[in-house]
């Protein structure tokens, strides 16, 4: 291939690079929401009681076996015709779910079915959260210039977190402004129908979004995979190996050291739901801060040692920090919380380019769909169930962060042995390289 081949210039405006970054906010806006909002869910549509929010948790838990499906369902639509085109359907899916939500019927109105109901629609959210996030991370990879990669792809993971920080400021706002009485009646329903709002809005943003260039050079060559997922089974199997390992860590650290913390302290006593919920308002702006500098970093220093020094992280600091949570004091609960909250930043935006690089373009959202969403259905939709189930069963508040230590052992590993995945100057990207290798 001559250079001009192997060149790699974003064609994507910067409109489309914004609209694509700041679009995962919704994703994770009713996600996050569902975490924070589990007390008040788990008394509205499971009656309340002792194993109401482990109810709750665990229809959490369950809908998120669904991503790993939508995320293959979409991740194939998106590397056969197009990435704009999987983001759109998505968000429109995304829309209808969350409306559906907000107007669903209570536990005293139809009973134990309110229960079903909330499931059978957090398992559509789920199936539609599938292919979003991949496939922002994929977007704005392909869109970025190489040297830029892990700033530019790290704000899915910033504006993500903006979702999150919006998702718990409104249910604090709706938890303070009305009392237990009207909360539980009718207030609950108001964070989902801002939701449903964001998402409809989202949707007519992303119809003006340009096509990726990565997949508009496949079309050009002739190189989309005409089986995208068994294209990446057949010549990527170490590259999802190596995904699921990043993943795994960016979840655990995520689900459990941020958007379970609110139920930890609650449920133990240890903070109100108001004031839990305040504190983890605090954990988001940490991490929207943090994100961009860690992105920022990686395209310095490189993906691999930066997470080698966060899974060594992992394993020391967050036993610590769930330790000095739960003795209480204001200054301990909002040291714990931020230090939580830094490390799940500093893993998510590492994260993001390193796992959308393991890939060459075609196939690369099948790849991602099978490594990120699959490790995310794991050890996100299910340690916060577990974390809470522990604590419960053993007394021990630091459990949730022996969790996180077990598991950065485990990656820490892999990324001790994976290649630096960072474009260096003058050479090829990713994309290209496998360009050059389906025309062999």
Known sequence: MSSSDTAHTPEISRTSMAVAALSTVVEWYDFTLYLYFATVLSRVFFGGGAHSLLATLGGFAISYAMRPLGAV???????????????????????????????????????????????????????????????????????????????????????????????????????????????????????????????????????????SPEFLRQLERQSVPEAPLRYTLTHHRPALARTFAISALGSITYYVGITYVPAFLSSAGILAEGRSLWMSTLAAVAVILVTPLAGALSDRTGRKVLLVWLAVAAVLLPLAMFGLMARGGGLGIGVGALVLACLAGGVSAVGAPATAEQFPGEGRLSGLALGVTMATAIFGGLTPFLAELLVGQTGWRSVPGAMIAVVALAVLPVFLRMPETRPTPGGRSSDDQGAADLAR
């Open 73 to 211: 369902v979409f991740g194939h639509i998106g590397d056969r015709i197009g990435r704009q085109r999987t983001l759109l359907f998505s968000m429109m899916l995304m829309t209808l779910a969350m409306l559906a939500t907000a107007l669903l019927p209570d536990f005293a109105t139809i009973g134990p079915a309110a229960g079903v109901l909330l499931m059978v629609l957090r398992c559509f959210m789920a199936f539609s959260v599938g292919g979003e996030y991949t496939g922002v991370v994929a977007y704005l990879l392909e869109g970025a210039r190489a040297e830029r990669r892990g700033l530019i792809t790290s704000l899915a993971s910033a504006a993500s977190e903006v979702g999150a920080l919006l998702a718990v400021a409104i249910s604090a706002l709706t938890v303070g402004a009305l009392s237990a009485a009207h909360l539980d009646a009718w207030g609950w329903r108001i964070p989902f129908f801002v939701g449903a709002a964001l998402a409809g809005g989202v949707w007519l943003a992303r119809s003006t979004m340009e096509e």
